[in-house]
């Protein structure tokens, strides 16, 4: 059995979420690479047009949003006290 196609809203609540985690990175290039990366993904995925492959894109969004959320927590137990020369200047 296929999974259902996810609607616009949700798509647009999984790309916020993931923007959202991105930003609680500790180190800036971390956070900078997860932002881009998110980007980058949804990007490329805006051609999918097949419902399966659009529910399989979405699945694996939900799968890297939650090894996101686990990164953050792991990257905040190690977080270098010191900031990145990229933080400084702003």
Known sequence: MAAASPSRPEIISL??????????????NIREYSKRRTIDGFRLNKQLTDPSAVA??????????????????????YAPKVKSIMELNH
């Open 56 to 77: 399989a894109a979405f699945a694996d969004g939900k799968s890297q949003l939650e090894l996101a959320k686990r990164q953050v927590l792991v990257y905040s137990l």
């Open 15 to 28: 790309f916020r979420s993931l923007l959202r985690t991105s930003r609680q990175f500790s180190d800036y």
